[in-house]
Structures are given as C-alpha cells and as structure tokens.
C-alpha cells in the first residue's frame, strides 16, 4: 500500500504539477490528525512520509515529567519510565514511541482518508492559484465548455481549470458557443477556501485592448512605442494614446499596420469595436486635440491642469461631443482633464 501510495504522489506531481514535498507534508498533518481523534485531542503525533524508502512510520510524542507528576500519561511520561525506555533520556526530553497503524480502528482509517483526499483538494487549489496568479494582468486563450442561458455567463476551461466570464464581463453585443476558442483578460485572482481560486475574467477591461496591442504590435513588444493610455467603452469605442522612443517610427501608422492589418486583427477580436489611436504629446492642449479625434478642432485653451477649453466649428460640435457625450467623455478619461467644447 505505501509503495501505491508514493507511486501516486508521485503521479499527482508529474500530472496535476502539484509539489510533492507540500503534498507529502499536507498527508503527515492530516494522519496527525486521524491519529489523536483515536487516542486523545491532547496525543502529540509525528508522522514521518519516506518518499525514498516507500515507508510511513508514525510516533507518540511523550513529555518526560517528574515521577508522581504525570497529570495526562497520552502527553507525558514519569521520569522512571523514561529512563526505562532509554538511559539517554531526561526530565523535559521527549520520549517517542512507535506506533503501529495497523492497529488503529477503521474510524480512524476513514478520517485519515478524508484529510488526505482533503489535503490533495488543498494542494490542487494551490497550484491552481499559483498558476493564475503568473498569468494575472495577461490575456489567455480559454474554450467556451458551457454556456448558462438564464444568465448568459460562460463557463471557459482556461488550461488551468475551470472559471466564470459573467455577462457583464462579455463585450455587449458578442454571442459565443460551446467549443469556440475565447481570449480572455485575467483582472483579478483570489484564493478560494472550498471551490479553488476565484478568478476574474473580462473582455471589457481596458487593459484586455492594452494586451492586445502589445500581442500584434513588435514594436510595442520590444519598447519601441509605449501605450501611454487606454480608455474605453467596451463594443462601442475606444481610444489608445501612443508614443514612439524612436524619432524614425511613426507610432499612430506602426499600430495600423500595411493596409491595416494589425489594427484589423485587433478589431476582429473585438467584434467591429471602434478604436482611435492617439499620437501622445507632453503638451496638454495638443494632446487634447489629437484626442478628441475623429473631430478636427481649431484651438485648445488650458484653463489650469486639468480643465481645457475646446472650440471647434460648428458642424464638428456633435462629432467632438459624441453620441450621448461619448467621446467627450472618453478623452477626458485619456487625458485626465476636464474637456468645455464650444462652437
């Protein structure tokens, strides 16, 4: 049974990627455990897991006490008895006593069975945090496995397990089917104390176009243009404000790409979603400007730090302003300032 026993330790590790000396750890304190409900809460227990050997010993930890002193013989032990066992003992040593597991009743067997099936659960939940947790604030390809009609979450099998993308985290307007290859943002991860790793899933995140951009542009890889800003509406529009460390490339046309190739691959994946590309500027009033695109704007008056003062002509009002303030809003969340259009 022991050598079955590491054997499958050992299958678990190559398998599932669960740490054989936590698992192993894991399995002594839950034998512990099993132990004491069969001989007493106050028994100390070590149990010793050879992973070499294939062997599992388990011993009483017994506190050597003055003779006449022993108030609780499953903890302490008197002085004589001690030196009985061993000459090498002393008052305050522990004394260790080998128990045989065979002898412990099937209740205790089952105890044991359920804290170890436990203890694998654990280390599966662990593993799986520590997995989403290298991937948080990053983009995967997850698989639709079910789709919830009443409330139209999908249940995606990301690689690592099994996670929620609830309604409010889809695009609006996308429809997706079982089987269907999804990517996905990774925005948050908690650890779970009974179902596994709480992970939050989103393809609304304004990070989740970030990642995009830095997937399907080389030059945003390798630091050449950075992405100085994202804000978003998702399925309606957004805006990504750019900005080149090389004076030779241009940021706003690298991001397009030849025919729009690269923007367009962006575009597929959002479902048509709108996206304006910002050229970055230092200047607070010409990146306005350059914000408030696709409207074309005559000046830009910077009131103080974060209120700017807009004039555009009059039949670029509606434009600058957007269908119900949409872009007005979008580019006072690029720029941080407050955005007064005027005719």
Sequence with gaps: MNKEF???????????????????????AALANACRKELGPTTVIRVQMDPVKQDMRVF?????????????????IGYT???ALSRRHKLGGVVETELKTKNFR??????????????????????QTREYEDKKEEIITAIVDKVDNTTG????DTGTGFATLLKSEQIPGEVHDVGERLKVFISEVKSGETRGPLVTLSRVHPNFVKRLFELEIPEIQD????????AREAG????????????????VGSCIGKNGMRIGAILDEL????????????????????????????????????TCRVTVAPEQLSLAIGKEGQNAKLVARLTGCKIDIKA
């Design 6 to 28: 590491f054997e499958a330790i050992d299958l678990l590790e190559r398998e599932n990627g669960i740490d054989k000396a936590a698992m192993i750890a894991n399995v002594e």
């Design 60 to 76: 009483q930890q017994r506190t050597v006490v003055p003779d006449g002193e022993v108030t609780d013989p499953r903890c302490e």
């Design 81 to 83: 008895d001690a030196k």
């Design 106 to 127: 099937r209740l205790s067997a089952q105890a044991g069975k359920q804290m170890i099936v436990q203890a694998i659960r654990t280390a599966e939940r662990d593993r």
């Design 153 to 156: 979450n999908l249940i995606l």
């Design 223 to 230: 630091g050449t243009i950075l992405i100085k800003g994202v």
């Design 236 to 251: 309606s529009r957004t805006k990504v404000a750019v900005q080149s460390r090389d004076e030779n490339v241009d940021a």
């Design 271 to 306: 479902g048509g979603e709108k996206i304006d590309i910002i050229k970055y500027s230092e200047d607070i009033a010409e990146y306005v400007a350059e914000a408030l695109s696709p409207a074309k704007v005559l000046s830009v008056t910077v009131e103080d730090e974060r």
